[in-house]
């Protein structure tokens, strides 16, 4: 794995950012946003058509709000599963192709950003030009690669961002946990082409299958890139692989941030991991000068090396090879794209159809050049008028989490002393960056795709590294404008919401109270629960991660945790397959977190008005029913499968269903009773915050 992949595979979503910049000059004067007062789903912001009123909320909660949309929903050929954010995400894309389009139509100045979208999604539309050039386009690399002659020639090869070839180890360069007044370089684990460890250990049926489709695909990679036997150097690549991976930490262990800092001095990093050329790697990566590192995973890295060191030349070509043409892939002709979707997305997830060509261009190009189209869209489709309510309602939940802290009686006053220092420091930020970064010196050819893509890598790289040395910035964002998600950011103690998650069934502004503080209030309220889920609680107000809790709290707070990882270990979405509830813990904690702090929320902004009856329904039930509604979710078998697997969030079902039998005002709400295949008894609900 490169050094570069790392930062966007084992990080947290905070690092996986591109670097982005502004678009300065796209005809954009103001916001034009269509005034709306009604709002966007039924009467008050409930689809009441999506549910199965047959179905006791008490039984199955989420099949009694999406029922009837789950009976009525296929899930398109081109998606392995689709629900809430999934319309979200359809919806910001179109836009996205809309900006996109429009820029491509202006007579841009060279070197301009309109320039660079218009050149880009050009270069990745144009197949017919891709399907002629063949593999002519990374003949050089294919002939780098097969030249390396030396373990010390591939430790260096594999550290140059402008090859991005794959490694068994990587790194990036972050926020120091234990200092967040710098930056520091973080090296873990990687180099897997199967999405988790578990595919190379397991020898269950499904597990061989799938090992049979990766081997196809390995062999369809090596065969397009002309290295003599495929057949050969796939199994010498599998056998390759399933070493790193019984070395490698499970998901479960690599969540937790007392192993997963490490620091070294290159010196000492160096004697504990003998076996590679670190020095060669980290010069090409342009690391050459750093004293210092974190290894995220120790012992996997050290094991890593030694393996590296006595795998023979032939089959560390034959792994870099078939992982380059791979992540090449989509910018290759259509056979070697058709080979690589037919493992990632119909063996892995079930999905029947690639994704059409425009979509995954306005994905290319955001991915890009994110903030520069991301500007023009906030500017069409986010009003500040959205910007101003929500902060509003972040506000008034911080409020609640106070109240809720103040109230714990399991935690002593000296640890609520520094929660609430922690949560007085949470920095909000919503829809938007407040400064654009510039992407002046980014390249963009429309006559060579991948090189473009490439020195878009470096570039990306470059400006990474760059931070070394630097002073935080506070104002950098993690995501861009148009990403359908959100995030808390431990290092700088952030809560994040961009703008197209801004939207129904999550935020509405023209719909009742209680759907908002159950939609987006829910959404706030859990990003605000995981700096004080089980790892977030270990970083205190100012991102430092140390141990602010006294022994007792910490000991009741995990009896708490304890019992919800149990509840979650008993939910089995697949015959046989059930869901990890340590692997899923961190967000169900934020889950069950972001229902409490809304729902005392919502009751502090009735002050002391009683909510009104609306279509029969009562305004804690239209606040349960919103809840519910944003975890709309459909999956194909296979991607169920791979996400109790791979996925630390829980599926969509159990986000409704596993947090609301842990909340009394819900039994109340619905006249939830013993019996009930959802009850549960006063005293084995969780309550946390």
């Not at 013993?674 to 005293?683: I, K, N």
């Amino acid at each position: 794995m490169s050094i570069k992949h790392l930062l966007a595979s084992s990080a947290l979503a905070l690092t996986t950012a591109l670097t982005m910049s502004a678009c300065k000059d796209t005809g954009e004067k103001a916001a034009k946003v269509a005034p709306v007062t009604t709002p966007i789903l039924g009467t008050f912001g409930i689809d009441i058509e999506a549910m199965d009123t047959s179905v006791k909320p008490g039984d199955d909660f989420f099949k009694y709000v999406n029922g009837g949309w789950l009976e009525r929903t296929e899930i398109p050929a081109d998606k392995s599963n689709y629900g809430s954010f999934s319309v979200l995400g359809d919806n910001a894309q179109a836009r996205v192709r809309t900006i996109i389009e429009d820029v491509s139509k202006l007579k841009s100045k060279a070197g301009s950003s309109e320039q660079k979208i218009g050149d880009l999604y050009a270069a990745f539309m144009d197949v017919d030009a891709i399907n002629a050039a063949g593999m002519a386009p990374i003949a050089d690399d294919l002939a780098m690669i097969a030249g390396l002659d030396s373990h010390d020639a591939i430790a260096a090869a594999m550290g140059d961002p402008a090859q991005s070839l794959t490694a068994p180890f990587g790194g990036y360069v972050y926020i120091d946990r234990m200092d967040p007044t710098k930056h520091i370089t973080y090296f873990g684990q990687g180099g897997l082409g199967m999405p988790d460890r578990d595919y190379y250990l397991n020898d269950d049926e499904k597990t061989l299958a799938m090992r049979a489709a990766y081997k196809t695909l390995v062999t369809a990679m090596l065969d397009a890139a002309g290295r003599k036997d495929a057949s050969a150097g796939a199994d010498r690549v599998m056998a390759f692989e399933k070493q790193l991976a019984e070395v490698q930490w499970s998901r479960t262990k690599r969540r937790n941030r007392d192993i997963t800092y490490n620091k070294m001095s290159i010196e000492e990093f160096k004697a504990y991991a003998p076996g590679v050329n670190w020095g060669a790697m980290m010069k090409t990566a342009g690391l050459g000068a750093i004293t210092e590192i974190v290894l995220t995973a120790d012992e996997p890295v050290q094991k890593s090396a030694a393996i590296f060191a006595k795998t023979d030349v032939q089959t560390l070509q034959d792994y870099m090879t078939f992982h380059y043409v791979s992540d090449m892939a989509a910018y290759l002709p259509e056979t070697v794209d058709a080979a690589n979707f037919a493992f990632y997305g119909k063996a892995f997830r079930g999905t029947e159809e690639q994704r059409p060509r425009w979509k995954r261009g306005v994905g290319q190009v955001s991915g890009v050049l994110g903030e520069a189209i991301g500007e023009v869209y906030v500017k069409r489709h986010f009003p500040e008028s959205s910007k101003a309510q929500m902060s509003a309602l972040v506000e008034n939940l911080r409020s609640s989490f106070k109240t809720g802290i103040d109230n714990l009686e399991w935690m002593g006053p000296e640890t609520k002393v520094e929660a609430q220092a922690k949560l007085a420091a949470f920095n909000p930020k919503i829809g938007y960056p407040d400064k654009w970064t510039d992407y002046s010196t980014l390249s963009v050819d429309r006559k060579d795709l991948i090189g473009t893509v490439k020195s878009a890598g470096v570039w990306q790289w470059e400006d990474m590294v760059s931070d070394l040395g630097k002073p935080i910035d506070r104002d950098e964002w993690g995501m861009t404008p148009q990403t359908v998600n959100a995030y808390y950011n431990p290092s700088l103690n952030e809560i994040v919401f961009p703008a197209a998650i801004l939207d129904a069934p999550f935020f509405d502004p023209n719909a009742d109270m209680a759907v908002n503080y159950g939609g987006i209030g829910a959404v706030i309220g859990h990003e605000m629960g995981h700096g004080f889920d089980d790892q977030g609680r270990k970083t205190d107000g100012t991102g430092e991660q140390r141990d602010w809790w006294t022994e007792a709290d910490a000991a009741a707070f995990k009896k708490r945790t304890d019992a919800l990882v149990a509840q979650y270990n008993a939910f089995e979405p697949l015959p046989g397959v059930h869901v990890n509830g340590e692997l899923t813990l961190g967000e169900n904690i934020g889950d069950l977190t972001g229902i409490t702090m809304a729902y005392d929320a919502y009751h502090k902004a009735l002050g002391s008005k009683t909510a009104p009856v609306i279509d029969g329904l009562t305004g804690d039930q239209r606040f349960f029913l919103s809840y519910g509604q944003i975890w709309q979710r459909k999956f194909r078998d296979a991607a169920l499968e791979a996400r109790v697997k791979t996925d630390p969030h829980s599926p969509g079902e159990y986000r409704a269903n596993g947090i609301v039998r842990n909340f009394d005002a819900w039994y109340e709400a619905f006249d939830v009773q013993p019996g009930d295949a959802l009850y549960l008894a006063p005293e084995k609900r969780v309550k946390i915050w």
